[in-house]
């Protein structure tokens, strides 16, 4: 039963979990701590996988009269339960390392843009203005501001959010934009990214990879808020709202009202990241290996 159980959690895991944990929103009082939830329930998620295509075959096999276990269906149960949870891994190793190698050669012909276009004479009178990445400026009508991580970081801002910020905004905007490169949020992103398009098609939920986006820019909203003040981001979170951003708006409403989680609500979240991994391991997985490798005659 334990490869039932498993694949019923990967499906609750890739699914409802996610589905559930979206619509609530105290986790935006702690956005780094939910983080960590949601990659805890991703990890759960492959863990149950693989480890439901490692069950199945053993537990079929078990079924078996005792002598009919021996040779033959032993190395085939092994065969195929290793090729089951091989697919598996093969699968979201191969989906990360082309999207880390497609993406950072995005990144690198982004990067020579930006710097092709960069208005120089505005860039050197604006000198870094507290950013340790290499500052942009950009023509353009529209205020917006975003970074290029990589070994060689850009922070890019337009014209028109200088023109539109003052200097208390703008070092907002800046730490804001800095928080995401040391912090390598990227990474992050990038995970969440792997996994969605690693997932079959009929269990694949877009959630999980939009909210930890929207969480990491709540993370990175305190780090400016912490830098300047809570005025200073949310009048920068002002200047950027265009025109049907759902997600720059709920990131504005939550500076001005001021929401911040207490230490209980995050430890609470930790606690439930770390449970939604070990609670599987001791309630299914140990009994299953308690049981398999005896059977199997690797203990006796």
């Not at 390598?184 to 992103?189: E, G, N, P, Q």
Request: aromatic fraction near 4%; glycine fraction near 6%.
């Amino acid at each position: 039963m334990a490869s039932v159980w498993l694949a019923v959690l990967a499906l609750a895991l890739a699914g409802p979990v996610p589905s559930a944990l979206a619509r609530a929103r105290w986790p935006q009082r702690v956005p780094r701590a939910a983080i960590v939830l949601w990659q805890a329930i991703a990890l759960a998620a492959v863990l149950a996988a693989v480890g439901s295509a490692l069950a199945a075959p053993e537990e079929l096999l078990r079924a078996l009269d005792p002598e009919d276990r021996e040779g033959t269906p032993m190395i085939v149960a092994v065969v195929v339960a290793a090729t089951l949870a091989g697919l598996i891994v093969v699968r979201l190793v191969g989906v990360l390392v082309l999207l880390a190698v497609r993406t950072r050669r995005r990144r690198a012909r982004h990067r020579d843009m930006v710097d092709l276009l960069d208005r120089a004479e505005r860039s050197a009178l604006l000198g870094q203005a507290g950013a340790k990445a290499v500052l942009r400026v950009l023509d353009g009508a529209v205020p917006f501001a975003y970074c290029v991580p990589g070994r060689a970081p850009r922070v890019v801002i337009t014209e028109a959010a200088l023109d539109t910020l003052d200097a208390d905004e703008l070092r907002a905007v800046l730490a804001h934009e800095q928080a995401h490169l040391d912090a390598r949020h990227d990474l992050v992103r990038e995970g969440f990214v792997a996994l969605h398009q690693a997932f079959p098609v009929l269990v694949r939920s877009r959630q999980a990879r939009d909210v930890v986006g929207l969480l990491l820019e709540m993370l990175a909203d305190d780090a400016g808020r912490r830098r300047c003040s809570d005025a200073a981001m949310a009048g920068a979170l002002e200047a950027f709202v265009a025109a049907g951003d759902t997600e720059t708006v709920a990131r504005l409403e939550r500076v001005r009202a001021r929401r911040c989680g207490g230490r209980a609500l995050a430890t609470g979240t930790y606690l439930a990241a770390a449970a939604v991994v070990v609670v599987p391991t001791v309630a299914v997985v140990i009994p299953w290996l308690s049981e398999a490798l005896p059977a199997a005659g690797v203990l006796r």
